[in-house]
């Protein structure tokens, strides 16, 4: 009898190997309709996230690269004129670096000499650039945020109503047992455990997400002050734009 129990067991195994799937085919039309409905929210939000971990990462990167290039005593008409013919394919922080260096070069082209009214002017062009970057960078999240909160209602909603179309079914039988109920209830539940699955990855991506956004804005910010340090200090002296960042490292920190 021990062969027999072995193939026994195989033909189980495989039986609930296919149960799943099974279910999802015995299952009422609108509860196939929460399912099909939450693994196309799961199939964009995995695409959401791969996108966005690239774009995360690619901010990352080219900001690095512009801030080694900031600090490493390039004078600042020169990465100006870089920042203006890469345009296309540069990072957040040297697209702020020439908004503030292109309002800051306008003021003086009129021959305003005043150093708040420069410093000001190209403060506020690097803060709306800064505003414009951070609106892109957190594109995406929001859908991700819903997708998190939702999904799981969504396979909520597609369980109850499986569990209601399969009492439902039963009214019309005398005899009710554990073997008729058991599968109307099990087609349901596998609503809810899609609707998880699809809302526990954008959670955590969420999550994750958001950290990286943060630390991008904080060295943007950052970087924001230190060059308006270094434009405040150039005020004093008639080369103006033509000083380098390199040259006020000690003041700076760096």
Known sequence: TRPHSGQDFGSTSMNQDMSIIQL????????????LILMAISIASWAAIVRKLTAIKRIQTLNEEFEQQFWSGTSLNELFSAAVQNAK?????ERIFASG???YQKLRERRISDAGTLLDGARRAMRASFQR?????????????????????VGLFGTVWGIMHAFTGLASMQQVTLA???PGIAEALVATAIGLFSAIPAVVAYNRFARDIDRVAIKLETFIEEFSNILQRSLGG?????????SHLSASGH
């Open 24 to 35: 999802v085919l015995h299952a009422s039309f609108v509860v196939q309709l929460v399912m």
């Open 101 to 103: 260096m292109r309002e």
């Open 238 to 246: 008639t080369a103006g734009a033509g000083l380098t960042a390199g």
């Open 89 to 93: 394919l540069a990072g957040p922080m």
């Open 180 to 182: 008729t109920v058991a």
């Open 133 to 153: 970057e951070m609106d892109v960078a957190e594109s995406q999240l929001a859908f991700l945020a819903s997708v998190g909160s939702v999904s799981p209602y």
